[in-house]
């Protein structure tokens, strides 16, 4: 899941391998993360999100995301969940921060974004940085 900066920075290529070499990579260093399953049959997947460890600082750790729902089941509140579950799991992990990154006309999310409590930290042409923070929020 990369940050629209970063795929414009480097190109689709170079991010394909990047992405490739971060999963050959997470058998033995797996990032927490959540999948949402359909209730009926526990076995459709139909979304993820991830939380990459960014900083592990004195004032506490910092986790960045990366969520994506199935196009089928988007807008039913899925997205919701997962960034709600994904917030208790950093606010447990004593994390001061979860940011992320987001294209500028990815309007979808960025709404789901404000509504979970994330502001604008930097706007640039092709990326948004957002964040919460968790000691304040409540
Ligand atoms: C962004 C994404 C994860 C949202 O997931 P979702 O399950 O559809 O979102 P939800 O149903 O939980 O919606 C929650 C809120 O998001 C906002 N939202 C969702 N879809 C929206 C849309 N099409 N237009 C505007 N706002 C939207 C609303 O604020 C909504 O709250 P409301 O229902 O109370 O109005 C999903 O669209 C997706 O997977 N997109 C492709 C991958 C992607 O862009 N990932 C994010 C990369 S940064």
Redesign the pocket.
Same mark, same amino acid.
């Given at each position: 899941?990369a940050?629209?900066g970063f795929v414009h920075e480097l190109g689709v290529e170079n991010v394909r391998q990047h992405e490739k070499e971060y999963w050959k990579r997470w058998r033995d260093h797996p990032d927490p993360a959540f999948i949402a399953v359909d209730e009926d049959t526990e076995q459709q997947k139909l /979304?993820a999100i991830v939380l990459y460890s960014e900083q592990d600082t004195p004032s506490g750790k910092e986790y960045r995301i /990366?969520?994506?729902?199935?196009?089928g089941?988007?807008?039913?509140?899925? /997205?919701?969940?997962?960034?709600g579950r994904a917030l208790k799991f950093a606010k447990d992990e004593q994390a001061h921060k979860v940011n !992320?990154?987001?294209?500028p006309n #990815?309007?979808?999310?960025?709404? !789901?974004?404000? #509504?979970?409590g994330f502001r604008i930290r930097e706007e640039k042409d092709h990326e948004i940085t957002m964040e919460v923070n968790l000691r304040q929020s409540a």
């Amino acid at each position: 899941m990369a940050s629209p900066g970063f795929v414009h920075e480097l190109g689709v290529e170079n991010v394909r391998q990047h992405e490739k070499e971060y999963w050959k990579r997470w058998r033995d260093h797996p990032d927490p993360a959540f999948i949402a399953v359909d209730e009926d049959t526990e076995q459709q997947k139909l /979304g993820a999100i991830v939380l990459y460890s960014e900083q592990d600082t004195p004032s506490g750790k910092e986790y960045r995301i /990366g969520v994506a729902v199935k196009e089928g089941a988007r807008g039913k509140g899925i /997205g919701k969940l997962l960034i709600g579950r994904a917030l208790k799991f950093a606010k447990d992990e004593q994390a001061h921060k979860v940011n !992320l990154y987001v294209d500028p006309n #990815n309007i979808a999310a960025i709404s !789901l974004y404000k #509504n979970m409590g994330f502001r604008i930290r930097e706007e640039k042409d092709h990326e948004i940085t957002m964040e919460v923070n968790l000691r304040q929020s409540a």
